[in-house]
């Protein structure tokens, strides 16, 4: 038997960086979205717990028994291993939660075989602030370091989407450092389009003076019919939403023919 799992590629619809704490991580205010698309997880029970990395971005990964997928399953206690095979389809350090969506996957693998802890928040979180979102994949506010969830009501469920990316990969320790540590105020109340349309993203500009090919990025996506375009996390990968698929799909094939060298994903909101 072969259990399959999406890690569903993340976009912060907002970001809102609101202060640098003292233990070195940051107070956000965010709105964490998931795209029906990303990497792939394929696992049979084994013997031993096994890793096996496949796909376009699979180099990306320079010690795959070291990733957040071999530390989640590490995280988790069972009776059986896990044998599985990931296929990365997403950019490491893009700004998507690659490996946390990867990790948030090998959660959900071992919860259809096992369930999961009652603490299994807490695990997760130990492994990065994106992992508790990605475990259930699901639209939610993202408090504190991003690990404190409140649900909010999914007006966004299929909207179409277009990712972009350089194949440029950013730290995103290092756009956090270069963050200017103004508070430009709260994330905006509302809906979850009303949050999407007024909230912004706090890294866009330190991530642009690390990366100016974001820029270009943003522009364009901005030449056809999106009603939101936006860069995600830490960058660098950009996202634009549209009203109809065929919109989307539109620009996505205008932008290939143009960029062709760029990274690019189509789908769906969750």
């Known amino acids: 038997m072969t259990l ?27 709105l964490f979205a998931f795209v029906d698309a990303g990497d792939t997880l394929s696992a049979r029970i084994a013997d031993e717990d096994r890793l096996t990395t496949v796909g376009e971005f699979a180099d ?20 059986q291993g896990l044998d599985i ?43 990065g602030a994106d992992v508790p979102s990605c475990v259930r994949s699901e639209m939610a506010i993202g408090y504190g370091t991003g ?33 200017d540590m103004r508070d430009r105020g709260p994330l905006p109340a509302g809906t979850a389009r009303e949050i999407a349309e007024d909230g912004r993203n706090d ?11 974001i820029a270009e990025v943003l522009d364009e996506l901005r030449h056809d019919s999106a009603w939101k375009v936006e860069m995600s996390g830490s960058g660098a990968t950009c996202f634009a939403l549209y009203s109809t698929t065929s919109a989307r799909d539109d620009a996505a094939r205008r932008i290939a023919s143009e960029r062709p060298e760029w990274w690019q994903m189509s789908g769906n909101l969750r």
Not at 203 to 213: E, G, M, N, T
Request: with cysteine.
């Open 4 to 30: 399959t799992e999406i890690a569903y590629a993340k976009i912060n619809l907002a970001l809102h960086v609101r202060s640098r704490r003292e233990d070195g991580y940051h107070d956000l205010e965010t």
């Open 60 to 79: 990306g990964i320079e010690n795959p028994f070291d990733n957040l997928v071999a530390k989640a399953l590490g995280a988790l206690s069972r009776p």
């Open 85 to 127: 095979t990931l296929e990365k389809n997403l950019p490491v350090a893009a700004g998507m939660g690659g490996g946390s969506a990867d990790a948030g996957a090998a959660f959900r693998i071992v919860e259809r075989l096992h369930g999961l802890p009652d603490d299994w928040p807490e695990r997760a979180a130990k492994l």
């Open 147 to 179: 690990t404190e969830l409140k649900p909010i009501e999914n007006d966004l469920e299929g909207a179409p989407v277009l990712l972009l990316n350089p194949r440029i990969t950013l730290s995103t320790a290092a756009v956090f450092k270069a963050w």
């Open 203 to 213: 890294l866009l500009a330190p991530a642009i003076a690390q990366c100016a090919q």
